[in-house]
């Protein structure tokens, strides 16, 4: 007989929970929501009039694992003194957590350290890169005349395109104004 899964995982139940606990001591709690444009945000952002903002990642304490946005993007944060906590549970412990210093470190595993980003070394790499692509580029185009570029909007919708004239621009004027 097949194991019928849950929907959700461990986590969204202590998460679920964590939210219940932190709103009834309130805490205004805002969950985040991962995808192709943003990667690597903790579980949840929340903030205490009295106890200030805080980023909550919720973790199986059984079973956890940083996702690689995560360990790319946290200690980036981390230079920015960005804090990330990391709570285990709904209780009273993993709440006093939360007024001690960032933890998220305390959760890292070696196997990790293959994601890290060394920032320097990519922004150098970066601008080598675009200098040599400039530097094609002069030499491909000496003595020759540069390619003219189209001037005016890029959409068609009856509008001239790359002549250098702009009459058309009156036109939408009185049309807009009409």
């Excluded at 202590?14 to 929501?33: A, K, N, P, Y």
């Excluded at 350290?113 to 890169?129: G, H, N, Q, R, T």
């Amino acid at each position: 007989m097949k194991k019928i899964r849950s929907k959700h995982g461990p986590e969204w139940a202590i998460q679920r929970d964590l939210m219940r606990f932190l709103r009834e001591r309130g805490w205004l709690v805002e969950r985040t929501h991962g995808n192709l444009f943003q990667q690597g945000f903790p579980d949840l952002y929340v903030s205490h009039k009295k106890f200030g903002q805080r980023w909550i990642d919720v973790k199986n304490p059984v079973s956890y694992r940083y996702t690689k946005a995560q360990c790319q993007k946290w200690p980036i944060w981390d230079s920015f003194g960005i804090g990330i906590w990391i709570i285990v549970g709904a209780n009273q412990e993993e709440y006093d957590k939360l007024f001690d210093t960032p933890n998220w470190r305390d959760y890292w595993k070696e196997s990790y350290d293959k994601y890290l980003i060394d920032v320097d070394v990519l922004l150098a790499e970066l601008i080598a890169a675009e200098e040599e692509e400039m530097k094609t580029e002069t030499e491909v185009t000496v003595g020759r005349p540069a390619k003219r570029r189209p001037h005016g909007p890029k959409s068609t919708k009856g509008l001239p395109i790359g002549d250098g004239d702009l009459s058309w621009l009156e036109t939408l004027e009185t049309k807009e104004g009409s």
